[in-house]
């Protein structure tokens, strides 16, 4: 293998795990619940808000795994 910067043949192959976590609520929720279901939860259910808050399932985890080549004479990184 090669580095397409450098040109040198002194790579290392490692496998890179990036973990995404998300828990988002989409546009059409903020424009015609979230901004005002939000606000009233909190101000006049704050203890049941809470709860729900605190024992709810909060993020899905994603994690997709890759190869990344990095030359080790120049530092350049790419995905194989």
């Known amino acids: ?5 450098c040109k040198s043949e002194h ?12 828990r988002k609520k989409g546009l ?6 979230g901004w005002w279901w939000e606000p009233f939860a909190w101000l006049f259910l704050t203890l049941p808000k809470l709860l729900i808050a ?19 004479s120049c530092g350049y990184s790419w995905k194989i």
């Open 1 to 5: 293998m090669v580095c397409p910067k």
């Open 11 to 22: 790579i290392n192959v490692q496998v890179v795990t990036e973990v995404n976590e998300k």
């Open 54 to 72: 605190i024992f709810s399932k909060k993020t899905k985890t994603v994690s997709k795994t890759h190869k990344e080549a990095i030359c080790q």
């Open 28 to 33: 059409g929720y903020w424009l015609f619940v």
